[in-house]
């Protein structure tokens, strides 16, 4: 890598939109742009080669500046082969490799990883994973997204994949996941496990049941209760695997709620006899929606020094 | 490390015996010698010292001979200050330091790790790891050993303190366990749980259970289907954090009933549906006894390389 190539192309890829910036190696975005994901995967191709060049144009540099583009994008994806294999969030773009089509377009070395490792790596850089070692990263959303870096690395099972910690099994019945087992992480702390749960009471979101449960009402509490049992269930089955140094809680719901669900975390980590408990801390992650940017950005980094 | 460091030492430390060897780069085990484990610390250190030297003597090479010496021992043990802890296993060495100890008396480099991770240590250098990852070894014996590797390297928690995989929780409800919770993997599928369980039905041992189990007997059956549902579902829970590429079953229960156990641990794999299943594949631990002096030989060879 020449000198000059001081910043990174973070693109960021969900469902509904998709963000992409101009990303230094200390993690700052210095220009930034997004649009709405487009259901045809070669338009949306197209659509990231145009705004990476807008933002070079608009920063005055040259391609060559750039020491690689790098992804995060709603898995499951494969981040070595670069093929998307997400029907649920990306129902137009499955087979399509995002490294093939655009390293062509730009002549750069293009990485890929999951959202939620993406997200993890961000961290790493530039918040709240900095420094700890093993982490383990759960992000709180519409599903669950789950994270694992160990001696400095996103975590790799089998195949080269990313293991889905939103589905380890936390009750032994309970509502049926898209997975075909009953009972996982996902189904029962996520936002649509939470809504699902409230529905069966009229209530119309995750928002609702959280609002409803703070204000007494017993049901909404007892649906936000077993959220938090199972965010417990699946902190003590991790204390037995992963053994994190530390638990970075983000998304959308741990905006509002992190004290809930830390207080979850650490009560099983009090619990547990068998893991070193006064070296593991819980902590809400700190770079929000950028967090997937930044630490895509720092793929070509990572992939450079 | 000088050309001539051919060798290592390698003492595998269990709570009835310690067994030592000089071990060539590839595995072998060229000489070998073992001892009734001391209940006394001190005691102990200086059999193992005066064993190495005795080794020495045999093979007609002086201790600069040596890369190092390696340790498994029952754990939990610090890897990385060396301390035993242990109360269980080896109550009379609790706080003791063996890589202190043992590294002043030989002037040698010396390194630890529980004897779980010895072992796969050991299968990783010639044996069913060879060349998978990530790998999980599960070994069946009076307790359950859980191990695991990543990259190359034994896989470290907070602390550096090995993950304590047989005390993933696997069932809701079921017996107690040392470790202060109900229903571990441990606690149902090891000897000593299987033991626990014919108890109540006047069996003698493990070994009966399975006997009569294998003849019929519906109580005795009723205890290894409950075993073998424990591990499917500990295997479960590993295909969604860890996701091994490999799972490698090691153990006296193995020695005896491995296709029972591999079959409970394939099932799972099977049927789950966000791991890549055909990629992923369980073996026999081939090895036996040796994996834990190989593995603990390999350890000095690992850092000089």
């Not at 000198?3 to 990303?23: H, P």
């Not at 750039?66 to 994008?73: D, E, R, T, V």
């Not at 195949?159 to 009750?171: N, T, Y």
């Not at 801390?281 to 630490?295: E, F, I, K, S, Y």
């Amino acid at each position: 890598m020449s000198a000059e190539c001081l910043l990174s192309a973070g693109i960021d890829i969900g469902g509904t939109k998709i963000a992409l910036g101009l990303v230094s190696r200390d993690g700052t975005i210095l220009r930034r742009q997004s649009f709405a994901t487009s259901r045809e995967f070669g338009d949306a191709i197209a659509k990231m080669e145009s705004a990476v060049r807008e933002l070079l144009r608009a920063q005055s540099v040259d391609v060559s500046a750039l020491a690689g583009i790098g992804i995060g994008c709603a898995g499951p994806v494969n981040p070595r082969t670069g093929v998307v294999n997400n029907p649920y969030t990306l129902p137009g773009w499955d087979g399509g490799n995002l490294i093939g089509s655009l390293q062509g377009r730009l002549g750069l070395p293009v990485y890929l990883e999951n959202d939620a490792d993406a997200a993890l790596l961000g961290e790493s850089l530039a918040g709240a994973a900095c420094g700890f070692d093993p982490v383990v990263m759960l992000t709180f959303g519409t599903g669950i997204g789950g994270a694992a870096m160990n001696r400095g690395e996103v975590f790799r099972g089998a195949g080269g994949e990313h293991p889905e910690i939103g589905h380890l099994p936390v009750l032994p019945v309970g509502p049926p996941c898209y997975c075909g087992r009953a009972g996982c992480f996902e189904s029962i702390a996520s936002g649509a496990g939470i809504e699902k749960a409230g529905a069966a009471y009229g209530f119309q979101s995750a928002r609702e049941v959280f609002t409803l449960a703070a204000a007494g009402d017993s049901n909404a509490k007892a649906i936000i209760d077993q959220a938090l049992e199972a965010t417990a269930a699946a902190a003590w089955a991790l204390l037995h695997s992963f053994l994190p140094e530390r638990f970075i809680l983000g998304g959308g719901i741990i905006d509002d709620h992190f004290q809930l669900f830390a207080d979850a975390v650490r009560r099983s980590i009090d619990a547990a006899t068998m893991v070193p408990r006064n070296q593991i801390t819980v902590a809400r992650a700190v770079l929000g929606n950028d967090a997937g940017l930044v630490g895509a950005a720092s793929l070509a980094f990572r992939d450079a020094h």
